[in-house]
Every structure is written in structure tokens, then in C-alpha cells.
Nanobody, 126 residues
Framework: QSPLVESGGGLVHTGDSLRLSCVVSESIWPYYTVTWFRQAPGNEREGVACFSIGDGNTYYGDSVKDRFTISRDNAKATVFLQMNNLQPEDTAVYYC???????????????????WGQGTQVTVSS
């Protein structure tokens, strides 16, 4: 079983909101970078939002800036992705990924991550 468990996906309409959750198992502590990716059919995996525990910063892909917010509940070892004003082009499987690297350099690159969740489907209808 993956040490990352995502939830919160679903079918929504354009303009709606969803909040995704990623529970991180303590078995993979310490880790410093948690990122949400997404992948639509036929597309490459795309970095959406990153929470850098190492430097305390957050980073976003250009396509989701001002609409998505990544946050962390340390006590619950959970990282959230609040998605507002969803659009049909946001339809994808969303994955949570964890990297043990201290800095979030090239956070958008899937190859740097050590652990992945199983994904949760988000579908936005027009």
C-alpha cells in the first residue's frame, strides 16, 4: 500500500470548488516537499502545486495560480489542495507526491519524487 492516500475527487460543474486531501504516512518521515500533480489522458504529468516544508514556501503552476491553494495540517500529516473556479481543462487524475529533498528546486519534475499516491479523479463538466 502506498504511504500516500489521496481523497476528495469527484464530478463537479464549471465554477465549482473541490478540496483534495493527501494523508502522508509517518513511515516515510522525514520528507520536505509535497506536491500535487495531475495527468489528463494523452498528456504528460503536470506539476500543479508544491508545499516546501524545507523553506516554507508554496509554488504553483501557471495554469492554476489564483485558483488553487495548497496547505498543510502538520498535526494530521495531511496536505490539502483547495481548487476553486474549476474549469473543464482541470479534468485529470490528481496525484500527491513526496520528495525527501530539502529544497523544492524543480518541484514540477515528476522524476524527483520518491513516493506517489494512487490518484483521485477530478472531472469538471461544462
Amino acid at each position: 500500500q502506498s504511504p500516500l492516500v489521496e481523497s476528495g475527487g469527484g464530478l463537479v460543474h464549471t465554477g465549482d470548488s473541490l478540496r483534495l486531501s493527501c494523508v502522508v504516512s509517518e513511515s516515510i518521515w522525514p520528507y520536505y516537499t509535497v506536491t500535487w500533480f495531475r495527468q489528463a489522458p494523452g498528456n504528460e504529468r503536470e506539476g500543479v502545486a508544491c508545499f516546501s516544508i524545507g523553506d516554507g514556501n508554496t509554488y504553483y503552476g501557471d495554469s492554476v495560480k489564483d485558483r488553487f491553494t495548497i496547505s498543510r495540517d502538520n498535526a494530521k500529516a495531511t496536505v490539502f489542495l483547495q481548487m476553486n473556479n474549476l474549469q473543464p481543462e482541470d479534468t485529470a487524475v490528481y496525484y500527491c507526491a513526496v520528495d525527501r529533498g530539502f529544497l523544492a528546486t524543480h518541484w514540477w519534475a515528476p522524476g524527483r519524487y520518491d513516493y506517489w499516491g494512487q490518484g483521485t479523479q477530478v472531472t469538471v463538466s461544462s
